[in-house]
């Protein structure tokens, strides 16, 4: 049962933490689904539940994106169908980058301890090629969005770099402010 608990927590703290990053995105630069935005919050908060949780996460990740789409966002151009599939496909680009990474023995993100933060600009720089080459293709097949190839690609891969760089940086700074470790006496 405690474990059902754990997964369920986790779950909603991811869905949180995108929900979080997506409001601060919305409000602090915009978002235009057509263009993307410079600063893309969203893809550090993916990027950071999956380091954290693994990829039990993937559900909360998925409903999250799917959500802040349609409420937040209305990024769809009326088509749910397209937006659902764009959404799925950027829940996932960070769990294929990670694998991929992984595949390659790139680096190993399964021990948090030991993760060089070199790796993750790596894995944030990967993510974000993975998230908007499968954004374009998504919204150019879906003939809903009326978009601009060079626009589309430079707006997604930067918005999703500073984005992803941001959140994981920011959390990296301030995390230690709010939690302690403790600390061993010398005897």
């Known amino acids: 049962m405690d474990s059902y608990k754990l997964y369920i927590t986790n779950n909603l703290i991811a869905f949180l933490a995108i929900f979080l990053a997506s409001v601060a995105m919305k409000y602090l630069s915009g978002f235009d689904a057509e263009i993307g935005s410079y600063l893309y919050l969203p893809i ?7 380091l954290l949780f693994g990829r039990q996460v993937l559900p909360g990740v998925m409903a999250s994106c799917i959500f802040c789409g349609v409420v937040l966002f209305s990024s769809w151009g009326g088509n749910f169908a397209w937006g659902t599939i764009g959404a799925i496909m950027g829940a996932l680009a960070p769990v294929i980058s990670i694998g991929v990474m992984q595949w390659l023995k790139v680096a190993n993100f399964s021990n948090l301890e030991n993760i060089d933060f070199r790796h993750v600009l790596f894995l944030i720089f990967f ?4 998230h908007a080459l499968s954004r374009f293709v998504i919204y150019a097949k879906s003939e809903v969005f009326n978009i601009s190839p060079i626009d589309f690609l430079s707006h997604y891969l930067v918005g999703d770099m500073i984005g992803g760089i941001v959140v994981i940086w920011t959390v990296i700074r301030l995390l230690p402010l709010f939690v302690s470790t403790p600390k061993l006496d010398k005897v």
Do not use: E, S
Request: charged fraction near 10%; glycine fraction near 10%.
């Open 127 to 130: 993510t974000a090629i993975v």
């Open 44 to 50: 550090g908060a993916k990027i950071l539940v999956f």
